[in-house]
C-alpha cells in the first residue's frame, strides 16, 4: 500500500522554525516529484513548494521564497520542507503529495499528484 505520512507540525512562535518531513512507505521515492500543499481555515489549498524527482528543480510560491526551503533525502525516503521565519499566515494544515513513477526533471503541476498524505498541522501563534 502507498502511503504518504507527514510529520514534525506543531504550534511555533512567529519568527520560529519547523521542520516537516514527508515519509513514503510502500514505494520509494526516488521516481516520484513530490510537492508540498497548504490549507488553512476557510481557504483554498494552495501549493508551497515543490521538488523533482533528481531533486535539481524546485519552485516555492511567492509567499515562502527564501524562507523555506525543500530537499529529499531518497536514501531515508523523505522529503523535508525547512521553515523558517515563520509567520501567523503560515499557519495551516500541510499536505505533501507524490506525482510519479517519472523520469522527468521537473515539478508536477496540482492536477498530476496521485498520492496524499493526511497532512500535519502547522499553527504560529505568540
Known amino acids: 500500500q502507498l502511503q504518504l505520512v507527514e510529520s514534525g507540525g506543531g504550534l511555533v512562535q512567529p519568527g520560529g522554525s519547523l521542520r516537516l518531513s514527508c515519509a513514503a512507505s510502500?514505494?520509494?521515492?526516488?521516481?516520484?516529484?513530490i510537492g508540498w500543499f497548504r490549507q488553512a481555515p476557510g481557504k483554498e489549498r494552495e501549493g508551497v513548494s515543490c521538488?523533482?524527482?533528481?531533486?535539481?528543480?524546485?519552485n516555492y510560491a511567492d509567499s515562502v521564497k527564501g524562507r523555506f526551503a525543500i530537499s529529499r533525502d531518497n536514501a531515508k525516503n523523505t522529503v523535508y520542507l525547512q521553515m523558517n521565519s515563520l509567520k501567523p499566515e503560515d499557519t495551516a494544515i500541510y499536505y505533501c503529495?507524490?506525482?510519479?513513477?517519472?523520469?522527468?526533471?521537473?515539478?508536477?503541476?496540482?492536477?498530476?499528484?496521485?498520492?496524499w498524505g493526511q497532512g500535519t498541522q502547522v499553527t504560529v501563534s505568540s
Open positions: 503529495a507524490a506525482h510519479g513513477p517519472t523520469s522527468q526533471n521537473r515539478c508536477a503541476k496540482g492536477n498530476e499528484y496521485r498520492y
Open positions: 510502500g514505494f520509494t521515492l526516488d521516481y516520484y516529484a
Open positions: 521538488i523533482s524527482v533528481g531533486g535539481a528543480t524546485t
